[in-house]
């Protein structure tokens, strides 16, 4: 059994300075989960978000943001 790592990104319309969340959308049709993680820690702690809590994450920062 193989383990598929994350491949992180930040978003193109990412240039504040580096105040960013990373996504690793790779490993939505092995695992079901979007991981999120502060990029500014890279190696610290990380979110598995279900894709439904993602797209929930993605509309309110898109309204709020």
Known sequence: ???ESPRWFKSSYSNNGGN????????V???GVVPVRDS???HGPHLNLSVDAFAGLVAFAKTHG
Request: net charge neutral.
């Open 29 to 31: 049709a092995s695992r």
């Open 40 to 42: 500014k820690d890279p």
């Open 1 to 3: 059994m193989t383990t």
């Open 20 to 27: 960013c969340v990373e996504v690793a959308a790779n490993l």
